[in-house]
C-alpha cells in the first residue's frame, strides 16, 4: 500500500481516480492547485506524487523543480494532455520519473506506480520527539515512555503537523487548511473534538498537556 498525493484540478478524474487508488488498498491526499500541494509536501511524506501539468497558482512542472531543488525525492509521475516530445521531455527535465498522457486507462497508470513504488529507495527513518513523546514517521508508530499509542489517521496528522512546526500557532481554519485540505465539510468544532481526542491519548494525567491552546488564537506544541 502506498500513500499517494495526487494533485489534479479535474473534479470527475480525481474522483474516479481516489476509487481506483483506495480499491488497490492506496490512501491518497488530493490537491488542486500547486500551492496546496507545495504546503502538503512540507508537512507529510508520500510515497508517490501524481501531478498534473496544468494545475493553477503554481503549475505542475515548476512545482515538480521546486519540490527537487528543496531535495525531495519521492517518485514523481506527472499527467498532461500535452502530447508532444518537448512537452515530455520538459517535464522530465523538471524532475518527473514517468510521464502519461492523457487519456490513460487505469492498467496503465497502475502499472506505473508499482514500477515507480518498487524502485523508490526506502526512506530514511524520521523521528519527531517532544518530551517523552516519540512519532517514528515510517511505520507511524507513536509512543510515550514505553507505551506504544493508537491513533487515528487524522489524530496522528494533526499530531505530526504540530509537532514539526513547534512553538507556531495554528487555528482551526488552519488546520483544516493544512491538515484536511480538501475536506470543505470540516467544521471548527471536529478539530477541537480531534484534538481533545488526541490529548486524551498522549497526555498523561497530572502533567502539562502536549498541546497548549493559546486563548483567542489555536493550538501549538511549546519547546520554550
Given at each position: 500500500?502506498?500513500?499517494?498525493?495526487?494533485?489534479?484540478?479535474?473534479?470527475?478524474?480525481?474522483?474516479?481516480?481516489?476509487?481506483?487508488?483506495?480499491?488497490?488498498?492506496?490512501?491518497?491526499?488530493?490537491?488542486?492547485?500547486?500551492?496546496?500541494?507545495?504546503?502538503?509536501?512540507?508537512?507529510?511524506?508520500?510515497?508517490?506524487?501524481?501531478?498534473?501539468?496544468?494545475?493553477?497558482?503554481?503549475?505542475?512542472?515548476?512545482?515538480?523543480?521546486?519540490?527537487?531543488?528543496?531535495?525531495?525525492?519521492?517518485?514523481?509521475?506527472?499527467?498532461?494532455?500535452?502530447?508532444?516530445?518537448?512537452?515530455?521531455?520538459?517535464?522530465?527535465?523538471?524532475?518527473?520519473?514517468?510521464?502519461?498522457?492523457?487519456?490513460?486507462?487505469?492498467?496503465?497508470?497502475?502499472?506505473?506506480?508499482?514500477?515507480?513504488?518498487?524502485?523508490?529507495?526506502?526512506?530514511?527513518?524520521?523521528?519527531?520527539?517532544?518530551?517523552?513523546?516519540?512519532?517514528?514517521?515510517?511505520?507511524?508508530?507513536?509512543?510515550?515512555?514505553?507505551?506504544?499509542?493508537?491513533?487515528?489517521?487524522?489524530?496522528?496528522?494533526?499530531?505530526?503537523?504540530?509537532?514539526?512546526?513547534?512553538?507556531h500557532i495554528f487555528d482551526a481554519d488552519a488546520l483544516i487548511n493544512r491538515v484536511w485540505p480538501m475536506e470543505a465539510e470540516v467544521s471548527g468544532e471536529a478539530i477541537r473534538q480531534c484534538v481533545k481526542r488526541l490529548r486524551e491519548k498522549i497526555d498523561i494525567e497530572g502533567e502539562p498537556s502536549i498541546i497548549s491552546t493559546v486563548k483567542g488564537f489555536g493550538y501549538t506544541i511549546k519547546n520554550i
Amino acid at each position: 500500500m502506498a500513500k499517494i498525493l495526487l494533485v489534479e484540478d479535474d473534479l470527475a478524474l480525481v474522483e474516479e481516480l481516489r476509487e481506483v487508488f483506495q480499491r488497490e488498498g492506496h490512501s491518497v491526499d488530493t490537491m488542486y492547485n500547486g500551492q496546496s500541494a507545495s504546503e502538503a509536501l512540507k508537512s507529510f511524506a508520500y510515497d508517490l506524487i501524481i501531478l498534473d501539468v496544468n494545475i493553477p497558482i503554481i503549475n505542475g512542472v515548476d512545482l515538480c523543480q521546486k519540490f527537487r531543488s528543496s531535495g525531495g525525492t519521492t517518485p514523481l509521475l506527472m499527467l498532461t494532455g500535452l502530447t508532444s516530445d518537448t512537452d515530455k521531455e520538459r517535464g522530465l527535465d523538471s524532475g518527473a520519473d514517468d510521464y502519461l498522457t492523457k487519456p490513460f486507462s487505469s492498467r496503465e497508470l497502475l502499472a506505473r506506480i508499482r514500477a515507480l513504488v518498487r524502485r523508490s529507495p526506502a526512506p530514511p527513518v524520521e523521528e519527531l520527539r517532544f518530551r517523552d513523546l516519540v512519532v517514528e514517521t515510517n511505520g507511524k508508530k507513536v509512543r510515550r515512555g514505553n507505551s506504544e499509542i493508537k491513533l487515528w489517521a487524522k489524530e496522528y496528522d494533526v499530531l505530526v503537523f504540530l509537532l514539526r512546526n513547534v512553538n507556531h500557532i495554528f487555528d482551526a481554519d488552519a488546520l483544516i487548511n493544512r491538515v484536511w485540505p480538501m475536506e470543505a465539510e470540516v467544521s471548527g468544532e471536529a478539530i477541537r473534538q480531534c484534538v481533545k481526542r488526541l490529548r486524551e491519548k498522549i497526555d498523561i494525567e497530572g502533567e502539562p498537556s502536549i498541546i497548549s491552546t493559546v486563548k483567542g488564537f489555536g493550538y501549538t506544541i511549546k519547546n520554550i
